[in-house]
């Protein structure tokens, strides 16, 4: 499915619809989806290079959306550091075209992040180990990001245990993915792996992506927000383990 037939780009847009409604439910979720589900059908190169637009035009608005950037970006930047130094260090993987080892990582990442959401506690991190602790979990979230095309674990939990006011935490996560979806990029170019083609259609897949945002924020004011998440997260799990044992069938 590597041409981008009719019915590949026809998935696609429909990948990204779906991604963009998570999200305008949720306001978080795309870039996890999509790979979940390209990673299916396309290999985890080719669907993280399709990802690159679509997130970073979504993640950029909700970064910049938010008031107070400098005071995030001054308290979260030796996390964003680390998430470039992890990532850049990480795209050998998924560059590297061993595709049964990195749909085997996206799968575990995928179905981890999922179990966490559904059942962990809410933690707190304590002001005196953030200063040590955003390093690595930026590096940590750096090196999956680079195998897997999947930027949430370790990020989202810890930045949702820093104890960020509602705004500051939509905002955070906006600089998160933002980071995480630059720093993949420009890894995955510095393998010269980057495909016209690919980015091509990464840019008209952000029209799918807004569209389902616009969407899902219609469907928010419908529906139980805490339904769809369980829903949205036990489909996660699941394709995740398909993912993660597939190359053991």
Do not use: H
């Not at 950029?60 to 990532?87: E, K, N």
């Not at 575990?108 to 390093?135: D, H, K, N």
């Not at 939990?157 to 990029?185: E, I, M, N």
């Amino acid at each position: 499915m590597s041409d981008f037939s009719i019915p590949v780009i026809t998935a696609i847009t429909a990948t990204f619809f779906v991604a963009g409604l998570v999200k305008g439910i949720t306001g978080m979720g795309l870039p996890t989806v999509a790979m979940g589900v390209l990673g299916a059908l396309l290999s985890p190169l080719a669907a993280a290079t399709l990802l690159i637009v679509p997130s970073f035009v979504t993640n950029a608005w909700q970064l910049f959306a938010g008031a107070d950037f400098r005071a995030i970006l001054g308290r979260l930047w030796p996390m964003m550091l680390a998430i470039v130094v992890g990532t850049m260090l990480g795209a050998s993987f998924i560059a590297g075209g061993d595709t049964v080892l990195t749909t085997a990582t996206l799968g575990a990442a995928l179905a981890s992040y999922a179990l966490y959401t559904l059942f962990a506690r809410q933690i707190s991190v304590p002001g005196a180990a953030e200063r040590w602790m955003s390093p690595l979990v930026g590096v940590v979230t750096g090196l999956i990001t680079g195998c897997t095309g999947v930027f949430v674990i370790p990020a989202v939990p810890y930045l949702q245990a820093l104890g960020l006011s509602k705004d500051d935490l939509v905002q955070a996560l906006g600089l998160s993915f933002t980071v995480s979806t630059v720093a993949l990029a420009a890894g995955i170019g510095a393998q010269g792996a980057f495909q016209i083609e690919r980015l091509a259609i990464s840019v008209i897949a952000v029209i799918p992506a807004l569209a389902g945002m616009w969407a899902g924020q219609v469907v928010r004011d419908r529906i139980s927000p805490s339904t769809f998440r369980r829903g949205f997260l036990l489909f996660l799990f699941l394709l995740g383990v398909e993912m993660a044992i597939r190359p053991f069938l």
